[in-house]
Each structure stands twice: as C-alpha cells, then as structure tokens.
C-alpha cells in the first residue's frame, strides 16, 4: 500500500482514492445513473426526476419502458404531460377515440350521404333535405324516412276502400332509392302488428326485375330468408310476381299467398 495512503493521505478522485482504491461516502457520481454511483457502484432509491418524462429522468438521462399513461388521452401522457402523435383510434366513430374515449368535434365527412359517414361509417337519421327527387346537401337520390313509408304502408293498410287501398299500394311500390330497405324495417320490426308487417312484405313483392333482386339481397343480408324461400321467390323474376306459383326447391308447393307470407314470417 502506498505510504501516504496508510498515513491518512489519500488522492481522491471523487469517492475513491485514485491512488489505494479506498471509497468514501461522498462526493459520488450520480452523473450517469441517479440511482447508482458511476465510480464505487454504491446504490440509492427514489432519486430520479421523472416528472417531465415518465420514461426518461430530467437529471442523468436514465431510461425506461413501458411507464407513461395513456388511458385517458392516447396522445397525452397523463403523469408527466409527453405528448405524441396520430395515436387515436377514430376508425370506428371519427368523434370518439375507441381506446382512450377522447371527443373532438365535427370530424364526421356527411358530405357524400348526410346520414352516413365515409370516414368511419357512424350513422343518424334524419338529416336529408329532399328537393324532391334528391337531399339537396349531399345529392343522394330519392331519399324516404322510414316514418313516411311506415305511415304509407299503414294507411294504405288502414283503408277500407279497395280502390283507394289498391292506389296507394301502387304509388308505394313505385317508390325506388331506400323505400325497399324501409319495407324491410317494417318486415322485421316485431313491435308492430304483424298485419302492418305483412302487408309491408305484400307491398315489397310488387317491385320486379333489379328492384326486386336488391329487396332479396337486402332480406337475406339480415339474415331473414331461408335458402329454398329465397330461390323460389327470385326464380319469379319479371315474368310473375304471383307468389302462389311459386315453388320450394324441395318440390313443395306453396297453396296461397297467405302460405308464403306465413312462411315467410316465420324464417
């Protein structure tokens, strides 16, 4: 051992004598890791500064993973305030963040269909300003409330005069754009008196051609259309919307009107 260290004279180089190796309690390097002295290794708690960034201390640099909140704002860190950016999830509702709940205002794009959204497909309803043929905000073609054609169906339902009731049946099945798709509401809504919805689905089989091809898709997207039913009723097509003709793949004839809609109901 050196002399002048065994006499009490080291040559310190913060905590440790450069010269013996001796450590002493102070004057350590905290400079790298506030918790661990860079020359003895001696260690401490509680000493970093993570107020200003959850996963990286103010005052050595040390870093670590996995340690910002972002539950309640995907792009704002709710412990130290680091921001970050394009984090939110907006795809299935542009005004509310799926992960986080974060609301921002008038992000929707209604500019193609006032009661749909482009962007993340959210839906409302009655938004369209009818000019008569179209919504003169957005341009889409023919556009009915389901209110309308429900009260459409239940008037003409309703009416005690054959040719006034035959009238309006017409004037209902001429109607083109969404009226099918209301129709179908009506069908499936088990809150109204199931002769309202039969009458609805006798209505529906007055359109022909594509109209009446785009009502059978439409039916059996909700699930609500047998197989057999839903060929025997297509195979009608242009040349007969007679539904008693129709036959079941199975080679079951249907008797009567009556029949099919009760089969109809029931799928």
Same mark, same amino acid.
């Given at each position: 051992?050196?002399?002048?260290?065994? !006499? *009490?004279? @080291?040559?310190?180089?913060?905590?440790?004598?450069?010269?013996? /190796?001796?450590?002493?309690?102070?004057?350590?390097?905290?400079?790298?890791?506030?918790?661990?002295? =860079?020359?003895?290794?001696?260690?401490?708690?509680?000493?970093?500064?993570?107020?200003?960034?959850?996963?990286?201390?103010?005052?050595? *640099?040390?870093?670590?993973?996995? @340690? @910002?909140?972002?539950?309640?704002?995907?792009?704002?860190? =709710?412990?130290? /305030?680091?921001?970050?950016?394009?984090?939110?999830?907006? &795809?299935?509702?542009?005004?509310?963040? &799926?992960?986080?709940?974060?609301?921002?205002?008038?992000?929707?794009?209604?500019?193609?269909?006032?009661?749909?959204?482009?962007?993340?497909?959210?839906?409302?309803?009655?938004?369209? $300003? =009818?000019? +008569?043929?179209?919504?003169?905000?957005? /341009?889409?073609?023919?556009?009915? &409330?389901?209110?309308?054609?429900?009260?459409?169906?239940?008037? &003409?339902?309703?009416?005690?005069?054959?040719?006034?009731?035959?009238?309006?049946? %017409?004037?209902?099945?001429?109607?083109? *754009?969404?009226?099918?798709?209301?129709?179908?509401? $009506? %069908?499936?809504?088990?809150?109204?008196?199931?002769?309202?919805?039969?009458?609805?689905?006798?209505?529906?089989? /007055? #359109?022909? +051609?594509?109209?009446?091809?785009?009502?059978?898709?439409?039916?059996?997207?909700?699930?609500?259309?047998?197989?057999? !039913?839903?060929?025997? #009723?297509?195979?009608? +097509?242009?040349?007969?919307?007679? %539904?008693?003709?129709?036959?079941?793949?199975?080679?079951?004839?249907?008797?009567?009107?009556?029949?099919?809609?009760?089969?109809?109901?029931?799928?």
């Amino acid at each position: 051992m050196i002399i002048k260290c065994t !006499l *009490g004279f @080291h040559t310190w180089d913060g905590c440790t004598c450069a010269a013996c /190796g001796k450590v002493r309690d102070e004057q350590h390097n905290w400079s790298k890791d506030c918790e661990k002295c =860079s020359k003895c290794g001696k260690a401490r708690e509680n000493q970093h500064d993570w107020s200003k960034d959850c996963e990286k201390c103010s005052i050595c *640099g040390m870093t670590r993973a996995d @340690h @910002h909140d972002w539950s309640k704002d995907c792009e704002k860190c =709710s412990k130290c /305030g680091k921001s970050r950016e394009n984090k939110h999830h907006w &795809s299935k509702d542009c005004e509310k963040c &799926s992960k986080c709940g974060k609301i921002r205002e008038n992000p929707h794009d209604w500019s193609k269909d006032c009661e749909k959204c482009s962007k993340c497909g959210k839906t409302r309803e009655n938004q369209h $300003i =009818s000019n +008569g043929s179209s919504c003169s905000l957005c /341009g889409q073609e023919r556009i009915y &409330s389901y209110d309308y054609v429900l009260n459409e169906v239940k008037k &003409s339902c309703d009416e005690k005069d054959d040719k006034k009731r035959s009238n309006i049946c %017409v004037q209902i099945a001429k109607l083109q *754009g969404n009226c099918l798709t209301c129709l179908i509401k $009506i %069908v499936q809504d088990k809150k109204l008196d199931m002769y309202y919805r039969r009458w609805a689905l006798k209505i529906a089989s /007055g #359109y022909k +051609g594509e109209q009446l091809s785009e009502f059978i898709k439409l039916y059996c997207l909700a699930g609500k259309l047998k197989s057999e !039913l839903l060929r025997a #009723y297509y195979n009608l +097509g242009d040349e007969e919307s007679n %539904v008693n003709l129709a036959l079941f793949v199975t080679g079951e004839e249907i008797l009567n009107t009556k029949d099919f809609f009760e089969r109809f109901m029931a799928t």
